[in-house]
């Protein structure tokens, strides 16, 4: 069955940089696309970016465009989403989701916490 | 980029009620619109793509409909487990918006 495994929990100062995992499994690796989507405590879901797995081409919306890093690696099928220079408006779960541009997200990742605090 | 508005904002209901929620695109998305549905503390769940096709194993009683810019989410007869929020997303063209929730609550 199709699976989507974060990382766990992380806390880091303002200024640093965090890189949440997400571990696929159960279906072709490369045939689809992963998109990842946050939520701080209490808001919506917000997109963060869509990267291919089959050509490691990105997309990332212009809000994150400056600090954010999306990739994959085919050999342990897994992408990662990094983001630097965080800030307390960064506290936020951000999940990892598998999407194909023509029919959007259908699985979804348990989520990472991340705490941005001093 | 393309706003998706999405009413009411939150909504009591009962079991076994017909709800349905609406979802305007700021501009033509064709039927390039996801619904999914999060309960408190979990990922969201995906139950409707390309508008009206249900993904695998959501139950019959969720539906959607709609095409252009406006676009509908009904549950036909409301279980006590779709006490929710539900969350539209156009997926026409970058950047990937939502719309910003309905919460489905026990009247």
């Known amino acids: 069955q199709v699976q989507l495994v974060q990382s766990g929990a992380e806390v880091k100062k303002p200024g640093a940089s965090v890189k949440v995992s997400c571990k696929a499994s159960?279906?072709?690796?490369?045939?689809?696309?992963i998109s990842w989507v946050r939520q701080a405590p209490g808001q919506g879901l917000e997109w963060m970016g869509w990267?291919?797995?089959?050509?490691?081409?990105?997309n990332y919306a212009q809000k994150f465009q400056d600090r954010v890093t999306m990739t994959t690696d085919t050999s342990t099928t897994t992408a990662y989403m990094q983001l630097r220079s965080l800030t307390s408006d960064d506290t936020a779960v951000y999940y990892c989701?598998?999407?194909?541009?023509?029919?959007?997200?259908?699985?979804w990742g348990q989520g990472t916490l991340v705490t941005v605090s001093s | 980029d393309i706003q998706m508005t999405q009413s009411p904002s939150s909504l009591s209901a009962s079991v076994g009620d017909r709800v349905t929620i609406t979802c305007r695109a700021s501009?033509?998305?064709?039927?390039?619109l996801a619904w999914f549905q999060q309960k408190p503390g979990k990922a969201p769940k995906s139950l409707i793509y390309?508008?009206?096709s249900l993904q695998s194993g959501v139950p019959l009683r969720f539906s959607g409909s709609g095409s252009g810019t406006d676009f509908t989410l009904t549950i036909s007869s409301l279980q006590p487990e779709d006490f929710a929020t539900y969350y539209c997303?156009?997926?026409?063209?970058?950047?990937?918006?939502f719309g910003g929730g309905t919460k489905v609550e026990i009247k």
């Open positions: 159960g279906y072709i690796f490369s045939n689809y696309g």
């Open positions: 997303q156009q997926y026409n063209s970058y950047p990937l918006t």
């Open positions: 989701a598998r999407e194909k541009p023509s029919s959007g997200k259908d699985y």
């Open positions: 990267i291919s797995v089959y050509n490691g081409n990105t």
């Open positions: 501009q033509v998305i064709s039927n390039s």
């Open positions: 390309a508008a009206s």
